[in-house]
């Protein structure tokens, strides 16, 4: 999804670190953002898929997070306290769904489409920027799932748009 907030940068990151901070934060508005798509639909199978890709998104930044800490000996000490110090207790799971169905469900299916583009955009290039070897392979695996998110909401799109997308075929999904 997109990267930022209605897709404006927040600046520019030089520090190749900032740039997976950079990342993090994308993965985190897509988690939002799909979220709250699935509070906006009572299509079933549309909600299935962004449950799915959702979980993805989680994941990608849990990898982004990783990254960060193992480069960043500050944020690892205090990721360490943070865990010893226990101020997180298990609570009950919290789920934020209510159905307003006003949003056309293909516009949010667009919308989709348009933050994963982005996102492989903005990855492709911070592997390019990014010296580590092994943080371009995390990236890469990324920009995969980022471009089969493209294919399956595309797919999903073709199936309830009674439109047509020229030279895309439709899918029987």
């Not at 993805?56 to 943070?82: A, P, S, T």
């Not at 489409?113 to 955009?121: T, Y």
């Not at 309830?160 to 439709?170: C, V």
Request: hydrophobic share 35%.
């Amino acid at each position: 999804m997109s990267y930022t907030t209605k897709g404006i940068p927040q600046g520019r990151a030089y520090y190749w670190l900032n740039k997976v901070r950079e990342s993090a934060i994308g993965e985190l508005v897509a988690i939002n953002e799909y979220r709250d798509h699935i509070s906006k639909s009572n299509v079933e199978e549309i909600n299935d898929l962004w449950r799915h890709i959702m979980r993805e998104e989680k994941r990608h930044y849990g990898m982004f997070l990783e990254i960060i800490r193992m480069y960043d000996m500050q944020e690892m000490n205090k990721f360490i306290k943070v865990k010893e110090h226990g101020t997180c207790i298990e609570k009950e799971k919290v789920h934020c769904y209510k159905i307003d169905s006003k949003e056309c469900i293909l516009n949010l299916l667009r919308t989709d489409i348009k933050g994963e583009l982005e996102a492989i955009i903005l990855y492709e290039q911070q592997m390019v920027e990014i010296p580590e070897l092994r943080v371009r392979e995390v990236y890469r695996h990324i920009v995969g799932d980022e471009k089969k998110h493209v294919e399956e909401l595309t797919a999903m799109l073709m199936k309830y748009d009674r439109d047509n997308y020229g030279a895309i075929e439709k899918f029987n999904i």
